[in-house]
């Protein structure tokens, strides 16, 4: 049977909504799943865990691991895994994801594939699902035997929100002198919804023009609409929105339910952080803006006129 290991990762107290994605993944593809839990006073979160799909969890309580060091926190995934002797580790695309997984690949003799959005098993082996060339492109990446480790992509999945009954095992870590040390955490103030977790954006682009523009314009269908406001690179370089708001594959990448590009050309660095929306609808006056090419319905229009007439009868549909 399959062993898939998943590290997991708390984040401001909680157990990151990433980290459930990675469940989801492994249970779909069945197998043995375990899970490894770490930090200061992690057992509240490694009940959570055993209860939310993550298997056999291993809990690891340290000191040390309080806050994110690479050192310790290669120490703790490392006995994690030869606890389990997994085929598979399953780490989040994140700052700590890709920080440890290449060493714990590198420990293993491990394949790595990273920044994925599917994984499956085939004729025995690991089918990887991940873009290419700023998202123009999806590769297919399929292991040839030994074990792999992976990195998924935040947002990729819908997160587990099933129930299971697991259990919490301790985790015994060595680990030792370490190279740096943790200072302080310093994150920016929260200027808005995280887009990563909305089920509508409305997305403006460099076309709407000015900050006041969006004010008018785009914020109004958001708020109809219950979403979330986002915008393309140029907007966030221009100053009119802050760097959370930015789609794209430097700035979040978001699969909403409904994703709406108002002025967005499709530069496939914007295409890359939200192509994998369940439903899209593309607002621009270029016919030929290659924004159509990823979008479900296109329309074909001036924005300062389309959206607000969209605004308008979304406000009388509502009553």
């Avoid at 997991?8 to 980290?19: D, L, P, W, Y």
């Avoid at 760097?243 to 994703?259: M, N, R």
Wanted: charged share 20%; net charge negative; with cysteine.
């Amino acid at each position: 049977m399959t062993k898939i290991l998943i590290v997991s990762e708390i984040q401001n107290g909680a157990i990151r909504e990433a980290t459930y994605e990675l469940v989801a993944i492994a249970q779909s593809m069945g197998g043995e799943i375990s899970s490894l839990v770490v930090g200061g006073d992690a057992a509240s979160d490694a009940e959570q865990m055993s209860q939310k799909g993550g298997g056999t969890v291993y809990v690891a309580n340290d000191a040390a691991l309080a806050n994110y060091n690479q050192d310790a926190y290669y120490a703790a995934v490392n006995a994690a895994v030869d606890a389990v002797g997994p085929d598979l580790v399953l780490f989040s695309h994140t700052s700590a994801g890709w920080d440890v997984a290449p060493r714990i690949a590198a420990k293993l003799d491990a394949g790595i594939v990273t920044d994925c959005f599917g994984i499956a098993e085939e004729g025995g082996n690991f089918s990887f699902s991940r873009r290419i060339f700023n998202g123009k492109m999806e590769q297919k990446v399929v292991s040839s035997g030994g074990p792999v480790v992976a990195t998924v992509q935040a947002g990729a999945v819908d997160a587990f929100d099933g129930s299971s009954e697991g259990s919490v095992t301790e985790l015994s870590v060595t680990i030792g002198d370490t190279r740096t040390t943790f200072i302080e955490n310093k994150s920016p103030e929260a200027q808005g919804v995280d887009l990563t977790k909305s089920d509508v954006i409305i997305a403006g682009g460099r076309s709407v023009g000015s900050p006041e523009k969006f004010e008018e314009v785009i914020n109004p269908l958001a708020g109809i609409l219950g979403g979330a406001v986002g915008a393309s690179r140029p907007v966030v370089d221009a100053g009119w929105l802050p760097h959370e708001c930015q789609v794209g594959s430097t700035g979040q990448i978001v699969a909403p339910k409904l994703y709406i590009a108002a002025g967005i050309s499709g530069a496939i660095q914007h295409t890359a952080g939200m192509k994998g929306s369940n439903f899209i609808i593309a607002i621009n006056k270029d016919a030929d803006a290659p924004i159509f090419e990823v979008a479900d319905l296109g329309v074909v229009g001036d924005l300062f006129e389309v959206v607000p007439a969209l605004t308008k009868a979304l406000e009388a549909a509502k009553g």
